[in-house]
T-cell receptor
Framework: GAVVSQHPSWVICKSGTSVKIECRSL??????MFWYRQFPKQSLMLMAT?????????EQGVEKDKFLINHASLTLSTLTVTSAHPEDSSFYIC????????????FGDGTRLSIL | GEDVEQSLFLSVREGDSSVINCTYT??????LYWYKQEPGAGLQLLTY?????DMKQDQRLTVLLNKKDKHLSLRIADTQTGDSAIYFC??????????FGAGTRLAVHP
């Protein structure tokens, strides 16, 4: 069964809206979670590393004010796309390593974000 | 940093074996992974291999690792239509970061 739950699975909203995506680890604690973005027919690009109790670490070129990450507890990380515009439309996927450092990562089912 | 490359497309007949290849640049990856993605879905961890191993077999899946050539392969025996998907290999870029290849689209035909 799924070990990482992501919600919602699909969002359609108007330009200018802020959208929050949740990533939960099920039955295990994750001090670190990862957020990826995937464009159609392309690979996954790491956006940021979410750290429980501290600030997220963003990859080069990712706007931290645009993509707000909050790792509120050991089982929940949220990604908020602020003032979303059509170019933010994408497939967003989170992951968490089960069992600690250098353990295989499990992925959520992804959130398809469509901005009109 | 880590760079991962893989062929983009593979077509096989049902029942045949599929071999998906991947090359990577960073030999310090502790683990190397294979993930499967079906349309509109997230990534499913298929298998992974520890960097000091040469081979790992798990039912129909066989992973081969050639550290000298920095080459990783995934063999799927008796390929079925349900195996049609995109397969990503990934290396560890440090601190649990995964660096993905572009993905190989596997098409299985009767």
């Amino acid at each position: 069964g799924a070990v990482v739950s992501q919600h919602p699975s699909w969002v359609i909203c108007k330009s200018g809206t802020s959208v929050k995506i949740e990533c939960r680890s099920l039955d295990f604690q994750a001090t670190t979670m990862f957020w990826y973005r995937q464009f159609p027919k392309q690979s996954l690009m790491l956006m940021a590393t979410s750290n429980e109790g501290s600030k997220a670490t963003y990859e080069q070129g990712v706007e931290k004010d645009k993509f707000l990450i909050n790792h509120a507890s050991l089982t929940l990380s949220t990604l908020t796309v602020t003032s979303a515009h059509p170019e933010d439309s994408s497939f967003y996927i989170c992951s968490a390593p089960q069992g600690g450092s250098n353990q295989p990562q499990h992925f959520g089912d992804g959130t398809r974000l469509s901005i009109l | 940093g880590e760079d991962v490359e893989q062929s983009l497309f593979l077509s096989v007949r049902e029942g045949d074996s599929s071999v998906i290849n991947c090359t990577y640049t960073d030999s310090s990856s502790t683990y190397l992974y294979w993930y499967k993605q079906e349309p509109g879905a997230g990534l499913q961890l298929l298998t992974y291999i520890f960097s000091n191993m040469d081979m790992k077999q798990d039912q129909r899946l066989t992973v081969l690792l050639n550290k000298k050539d920095k080459h990783l392969s995934l063999r799927i025996a008796d390929t079925q239509t349900g195996d049609s998907a995109i397969y990503f290999c990934a290396g560890s870029g440090g601190y649990n970061k995964l660096i993905f290849g572009a993905g190989t689209r596997l098409a299985v035909h009767p």
